[in-house]
Structure formats: structure tokens, C-alpha cells
């Protein structure tokens, strides 16, 4: 079983849509949850980093940990065809080493 | 990209030939890591650094080493390339604000 568990999609929506990705995780000890962004042929960006368990908004997006349940949320608001991209998600083990999802593409239609 | 560049961007090469692909960076961090990115699997963690000399395996560590002899340089040796190793390998730094910042990445063909 993996240790971050991520539907690979793909998702499409419409231009304006809320777009929810969601992750779960199994290990208990992971404290710190990333989101990334990556463009076809670039490297993964850094979108939203988190801590502890709640919301945390930045502009249209918003990440949401639930650390009771191991499940962790990107919510992308009013949609734009620039989000398209594959999306992330990342947790942060000891020495500092992250372990990933295996991404979910999404595609925003015009 | 943020001070961490990748080279070569592409590279073909045959099986059973060695390959060392480089990434070098501007920012003085302590940790660096390379991962390889495959359809079904994501990103996979090889090796990493965390420092000068100081290096450990990931979870796909065999059939690649590393070294790691300047704090800006980190290199990635495949010893006797396979065809499994066709892939897409990033390195990255630990970054200012938690979280890493990743190169370009480079493309790999094993034939």
C-alpha cells in the first residue's frame, strides 16, 4: 500500500467550476502537507503548504488537512484554463524527505 | 528556476553504459534530492543529501549512486543503464519557506 494514496484523474471541468483533488494518507507521524503544481514537461511548483489540521487560503485556492482522518484537500475556485496542469500532493516524513501522490491531472475547459 | 538548474535537459543513451546527470544550485541549501517521475508511480525519491559528502538512499536507490563533493553540485550516476531507468529525473533543494524547489528536470531514454 502506498504511503499517499491520490486519484490520477484525469478531471475535466469547465471554465469557472470548483475543482476539489483530494489525497489520503496512512502514516500518522507526517505533520507537514504540500500541494504542487506542474506544468506538462516542468517541474513540480510549490502551491500551498500546511501544518496543522484546518484551512489555509491563498487567492483561489484554498488547502484543507483533516488529520483525524488522514485525508487532505485542494479546492481551486473559479476555475481558469491556466490551472490546467497536474496536481500533487505531498507529506513530509523524517529528514526532511517528502513522499508524493502520484498527481491528478486536470484540465479546464474554455 | 530559483537557482537550481539540471544538466543535461535530454539525454538518449544505450543500455549498459554509464550516465551522470547534474544538477548544480545558487542557493546554499544543505539538502538536496533526486527523484524519478514515471506514469502510475509519481514521484520516487533515489537519493539524497544532507551535505557535503553525506548522502542516503531512497526507496528506489538500486542501480544509481550519487556523490556529492561541493554543497552546490549533487550528481546521479547510473552505473550500467537499463531500460527501466528510462524516465524523468528531478533534483531539488529543500526551499526558504518549507517545501522543495525543484529543477527543470531531464529527460532520459535508455535504447
Known sequence: QKEVEQDPGPLSVPEGAIVSLNCTYSNSAFQYFMWYRQYSRKGPELLMYTYSSGNKEDGRFTAQVDKSSKYISLFIRDSQPSDSATYLCATETSGSRLTFGEGTQLTVNP | ?111
Open chain 2, 1 to 111: 528556476d530559483a537557482g537550481i538548474t539540471q544538466s543535461p535537459r535530454h539525454k538518449v543513451t544505450e543500455t549498459g553504459t554509464p550516465v551522470t546527470l547534474r544538477c548544480h544550485q545558487t542557493e546554499n541549501h544543505r539538502y538536496m534530492y533526486w527523484y524519478r517521475q514515471d506514469p502510475g508511480h509519481g514521484l520516487r525519491l533515489i537519493h539524497y543529501s544532507y551535505g557535503v559528502k553525506d548522502t542516503d538512499k531512497g526507496e528506489v536507490s538500486d542501480g544509481y549512486s550519487v556523490s556529492r563533493s561541493k554543497t552546490e553540485d549533487f550528481l546521479l550516476t547510473l552505473e550500467s543503464a537499463t531500460s527501466s531507468q528510462t524516465s524523468v529525473y528531478f533534483c531539488a533543494i529543500q526551499g526558504g519557506r518549507g517545501g522543495y524547489t525543484f529543477g527543470s528536470g531531464t529527460r532520459l531514454t535508455v535504447v
